[in-house]
């Protein structure tokens, strides 16, 4: 294999599923950088409506979700284990006594296998990293925390107000408690060049995080960059540039680190551009043939 596919990480996590299918749910949090705490416009890339099928259910409980949404995933998918996904928003965002209250019915569901959490590296106090390693004993925790760029300039400018370094110092205090820890790459942020992708790969590398999504810079309805775009004030990528800047990450990420994904998901009523970011399969084998011309 030219990497490592994310299916391979997962059957290591879970060794006694033939396979794993993620159930989306939305823990009921908000975001610093969304209720003004940071800020109140977010990320510039940001729309949760374009992320995630879940986005709108911060008021049903997470049972009642699981209630609601996991049996039509048993009815296609029977053997697998279901790993749930804490996906909109920022989920610990909140105190750890109420985490617990969250998680703790979902970890001990029989038919969840383990839980992912999706959140930032400025959500992740001491006692909340304490909690998940708890939870941890009990089934596999994988805590996925949203990066980017390792690019601090790039960082301010897509208005992320977390710097790398923080993003560092939250993935190391994660793996001293043992935790799994994986990330989101966007590639083609405006102002970066092959050069920063490849460093953030490098840096990315260097932490020796678990698996990495990588998805070209899409643009989506309602965010501070869909205006930007309109207004002519950067480009994207195209689909060759993207291919080969992802190749080249994933080259330097090398195979210790596993490959969730490498292509972006809108639905199309909200993707502004570009048309191929939802194009898997031939992003795939771009790549990978690209890939091939590295070794
Ligand atoms: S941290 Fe996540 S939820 Fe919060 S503004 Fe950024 S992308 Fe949106």
Redesign the pocket.
């Known amino acids: 294999m030219l990497y490592t596919p994310y299916r391979d990480f997962l059957a290591k996590v879970f060794p006694t599923y033939a396979k794993i299918r993620k159930l989306p749910l939305s823990g009921g949090m908000t975001?610093?950088?969304?209720d003004g705490t940071k800020s109140f416009s977010?990320?510039s890339?940001?729309n949760?409506k374009s992320f995630s099928p879940v986005w709108d259910l911060a008021k049903v409980s997470a049972l009642d979700q699981i209630e609601q949404r996991l049996p039509s995933l048993k009815a296609k998918h029977p053997k697998a284990g279901v790993l749930a996904y804490f996906q909109?928003?920022?989920n610990t965002y909140a105190p750890a006594s109420h985490l617990k209250e969250i998680f703790t019915p979902v970890l001990n569901h029989s038919d969840i296998a383990g839980i992912a959490i999706g959140t930032?590296p400025d959500c992740l106090p001491d006692d909340t990293i304490a909690l998940l390693a708890e939870m941890n004993l009990v089934k596999p925790i994988i805590v996925e925390v949203?990066l980017q760029t390792s690019n601090d300039k790039t960082l301010v400018a897509i208005n992320?107000k977390h710097s790398f370094i923080e993003f560092k110092e939250a993935v190391e205090r994660l793996h001293k408690a043992g935790l799994i820890v994986t990330t989101h790459l966007i590639i083609g942020l405006p102002g970066e060049t092959l050069e920063d992708f490849k460093a953030t790969a490098k840096a990315i590398k260097d932490l020796n995080v678990a698996a990495v999504k990588l998805h070209p810079l899409h643009i989506v309805c309602g965010t501070a960059l869909a205006k930007e775009y309109a207004n002519a004030e950067f480009e994207l990528l195209s689909f060759e540039a993207y291919c080969e800047a992802a190749a080249q990450m994933i080259h330097v990420l090398g195979k210790d680190i596993a490959i969730e994904r490498f292509s972006g998901e809108s639905p199309d009523e909200m993707l502004i551009g570009p048309s191929w970011a939802g194009d898997r399969e031939r992003i795939i084998r771009e790549v990978e043939k690209l890939l091939s011309l590295m070794l």
Request: glycine share 14%; hydrophobic share 5%; proline share 13%.
């Open positions: 975001c610093p950088n969304l977010g990320c890339y940001c949760n909109p928003y920022t930032r949203g992320r």
